[in-house]
């Protein structure tokens, strides 16, 4: 009895604090298309040689068109299916993951000029 009601009150205490994380910010939501770029896209598709994903861009399309951020001629449909299905080596989010909204959000963040 006093194990489970000791558990019971361990996991009121870690819902309240991740509630209380979220308030304060760390996994807020919606998240802006810059939070979701850094959780989701820059791991890979960082500008420069370093990023995996910006090479593979860079081997089929050239070293202009491989950075992801500030491109025009990413039509947002086409973002979308690929974010959501994924592409060759890049896994597909789920709506879970990043929902509808925070989609749209990043692709307009992309659409942004890159910061040199």
Do not use: N
């Not at 996991?11 to 802006?32: H, N, Q």
């Not at 298309?33 to 890979?44: I, M, Q, T």
């Not at 039509?75 to 990043?98: C, F, N, Q, S, W």
């Amino acid at each position: 009895m006093r194990r489970t009601l000791a558990l019971m009150l361990l996991g009121t205490s870690l819902a309240a604090s991740a509630a209380e994380e979220a308030v304060d910010g760390i996994d807020a939501r919606p998240r802006s298309g810059e939070k979701s770029w850094a959780l989701f896209c820059e791991g890979c598709h960082k500008p420069g040689p370093e990023g995996p994903g910006t090479r593979v861009l860079a081997a089929r399309l050239g070293w202009d068109k491989a950075p992801l951020k500030g491109r025009q001629d990413l039509a947002p449909e086409y973002v979308k299916h690929v974010v959501r299905r994924g592409l060759i080596e890049m896994a597909p989010l789920r709506p879970t993951d990043i929902t509808d909204e925070e989609l749209d959000a990043l692709i307009a963040y992309l659409r942004e000029p890159a910061s040199k």
